[in-house]
């Protein structure tokens, strides 16, 4: 087989990437911080900490 490489080839989504998990609640969590929800904030920080 020319031209194939050998060895695993591992196919994740952005959801399976806790970086970028993460980002996007952070992302969120500073978007509910601007408008104003807290209390919504802290709820998506911490699930991007927990991670």
Do not use: C, H, K, N
Not at 4 to 29: C, H, K, M, N
Request: charge should be negative.
């Amino acid at each position: 087989m020319a031209g194939t490489p050998s060895g695993y080839r591992l196919t994740a989504g952005p959801d399976d990437i806790d970086l970028y998990v993460f980002e996007r609640l952070a992302r969120q969590g500073a978007a509910e911080l601007d408008a104003g929800t807290p209390e919504d904030a802290a709820r998506t920080l911490r699930a991007a900490l927990a991670l």
